[in-house]
């Protein structure tokens, strides 16, 4: 899975959709917001920009549950 990190708020704001209130913690530049997207990608294509604090974490974990109907 992935998941698009970005300093645009999403419109119109989808369930899996959510603010990272903790972003400069996660040591992002700007305000962000994180958007699921349902694709794979191997490793080596994957880059660390930053670790979300747990309470933005959970609410990722929220976002992902939304779009996938799970629990």
Same mark, same amino acid.
């Given at each position: 899975?992935?998941?698009?990190? =970005? =300093?645009?708020?999403? $419109?119109?704001? $989808?369930? %899996?959709?959510? $603010?990272? !209130?903790?972003?400069?913690?996660?040591?992002?530049?700007?305000? %962000?917001?994180?958007?699921?997207?349902?694709? =794979?990608? %191997?490793?080596?294509?994957?880059?660390?920009?930053? !670790?979300?604090?747990?309470?933005?974490?959970? %609410? /990722?974990? /929220?976002?992902?549950? $939304?779009?996938?109907?799970?629990?």
């Amino acid at each position: 899975m992935v998941g698009l990190i =970005t =300093t645009q708020a999403p $419109a119109p704001f $989808a369930p %899996s959709d959510c $603010a990272l !209130r903790s972003w400069k913690q996660a040591g992002l530049r700007a305000e %962000s917001y994180f958007r699921l997207y349902p694709v =794979t990608l %191997s490793q080596r294509e994957v880059r660390v920009i930053g !670790r979300l604090s747990d309470a933005d974490w959970a %609410s /990722v974990r /929220v976002c992902f549950r $939304a779009a996938f109907g799970g629990d």
